[in-house]
């Protein structure tokens, strides 16, 4: 039987993030991916934006995770050459009932360590953003966009110059115990590793419940939040990304671009019981009297159904926002194995503080 240093399960940016840091560190890495390509769900159905950390909870891991992974990634994408821009964000209120909500976010980024947030009045939100009809705005200038399949081929890139593999169509079948370490079948193929890494994203509880010696009582429950983007051909009067006061289980229907000036609003949320990426022409009049609160001038002609992404939450409809669980052996009592639960957004963003929290976990429990 073939053995490595370590298995990572997933090949999404966290995945790929992780099997750099661990190839980083010196272990011989395989990372398994069951689709063809990597990459190819969660990572490729986002925003693509590089988050400040303005909206969790303060001593939460996305809060810190965030914060550290935003200055990782951007220093990762200059250094390796990944299409990126630093193009700030407004956070606006609609209206004055809106504007405790401005409050809110300026106290949990100051809270989490975005110290470069400015809270701005509707002229001075005008003044940046002239078609933006607001009474107040939060400017969060470090917060930008990246090319998501750029920055996963530069972190694969590395981790295979550091010695790690990456084998797709790759589903992972069982995990069993052996000794001190673990036996990883994926169809007729075992291979053994002393750690074994699930970053399977939204089948991270699928591939949970097949470790043998896992109880089951550690493995969350998994939400399934589904979240449709329109996209918008044509000029925009916006250079930064545009967002509304957040909700309380989403960010709220926001204005975004990506690299090559794509325009696109969304996403909104909707739980679902099963995956499905296709988006509802119908679903345009919502859509579109969200957009209008950003742009009073949008041409509705110009909006159609883009793509769409699922966020693997675990927590559920009425419920409060869970944060990332991280699960180590400290957790669960089961040296060289570290699951990842809930890994939504700002996953991309805290990627890279991701990996590194996981090497950590790895080592010490």
Not at 81 to 90: A, S
Not at 266 to 291: M, N, Q, T
């Amino acid at each position: 039987m073939d053995e490595v240093g370590a298995i990572v399960i997933g090949a999404g940016v966290v995945g790929l993030a992780i099997g750099r840091a661990l190839a980083r560190s010196g272990r011989e890495v395989l990372i398994l991916e069951r689709e063809a390509r990597f990459g190819a769900i969660t990572s490729s159905r986002n925003s693509g934006v590089i988050h400040a950390g303005l909206y969790y909870p303060e001593g939460s891991l996305k809060a810190a995770l965030c914060v550290a992974g935003r200055r990782l990634l951007y220093d990762f994408c200059a250094e390796h050459g990944v299409p990126h821009r630093r193009c700030g964000k407004l956070i606006f209120a609609a209206d004055e009932g809106e504007l405790a909500g401005l409050e809110a976010v300026m106290a949990h980024g100051r809270a989490a360590g975005v110290d470069d947030l400015v809270l701005l009045d509707g002229a001075g939100a005008a003044a940046i953003e002239p078609a933006l009809r607001c009474v107040g705005a939060v400017h969060s200038p470090s917060t930008g966009i990246v090319d998501q399949h750029a920055l996963m081929l530069a972190l694969l890139g590395e981790a295979e110059a550091y010695g790690a593999m990456l084998v797709c169509e790759a589903a992972v079948d069982g995990i069993a115990r052996r000794g001190d370490g673990w036996v990883v079948r994926s169809g007729e193929t075992a291979i053994a590793a002393p750690l074994v890494v699930n970053a399977a994203g939204l089948d991270a509880q699928a591939v949970a419940r097949t470790i043998d010696a896992l109880d089951p009582a550690l493995i969350p429950p998994r939400f399934l939040a589904k979240g449709c983007y329109f996209t918008y051909s044509g000029r925009v009067p916006f250079t930064r990304l545009i967002y509304p006061v957040p909700g309380p289980a989403s960010l709220g229907t926001h204005f975004t671009l990506d690299l090559g000036g794509q325009a696109r609003f969304g996403p909104d949320i909707h739980w679902v019981d099963a995956i499905d990426y296709s988006v509802d022409p119908a679903r345009k009049g919502e859509f579109l009297a969200a957009a209008r609160k950003i742009w009073a001038g949008i041409d509705e002609e110009r909006l159609a159904p883009g793509y769409a992404g699922i966020r693997p939450k675990l927590s559920g409809p009425g419920a409060p926002p869970a944060d990332f669980m991280l699960q180590g052996p400290a957790a669960h009592g089961l040296a060289g194995l570290v699951n990842l639960f809930g890994i939504e957004s700002p996953g991309l963003t805290a990627s890279l503080a991701i990996a590194e929290h996981v090497v950590r976990l790895a080592e010490t429990g």
